[in-house]
């Protein structure tokens, strides 16, 4: 609350770990780590919010979920804040992070439910990075 009020964007990473994806719990763990944020936020301050989904086992790894999985859990993710308000869902900033490149980087970003990246060790490198941006 205290962020939000002093005008500073904060982006709230959530992702699940390998062990809860193959054990079939990513939407169980994702929806857990939201409901923190939903119960303690109004509409208005989540409007105020980046959501940056972040696979655990893709940070740093060079390992990258697959486009149809990094869409189906933005797609998870709309859906939950929908049960909140249908336009915080539409409207909210939904990055992903997790082994982001150059070489995936326009992939990822053109999918329909990404709307930016959380760029981690690409950003060490000036000119992966200015590839990226």
């Known amino acids: 609350n205290k962020v939000i009020d002093t005008n500073i964007t904060p982006v709230v ?9 193959q054990s079939s719990r990513l ?11 939903l119960e303690n936020l109004s509409v208005e301050q989540l409007a105020k919010v980046v959501i940056a989904y972040e696979p655990v086992w893709a940070i740093g790894t060079g390992v990258v979920a697959s486009l149809e999985q ?5 797609q998870f993710i709309r859906s ?3 049960k909140v308000d249908e336009s915080l869902a539409k409207n909210i900033k939904i990055m992903y992070g997790g082994s982001l490149t150059a070489e995936n980087a326009s992939d990822i970003l053109s999918l329909p439910d990404v709307d930016g990246g959380l760029i981690g060790g690409a950003s060490l490198k000036a000119t992966e990075f200015n590839e990226i941006i």
């Not at 990473?13 to 994806?21: F, V």
């Open 80 to 82: 939950l804040l929908a």
């Open 70 to 74: 990094i869409q189906e859990t933005h």
């Open 27 to 37: 939407k169980q763990v994702l929806a857990t780590q939201l409901s923190l944020m």
């Open 13 to 21: 990473c959530i992702g699940e770990s390998l062990d809860d994806r």
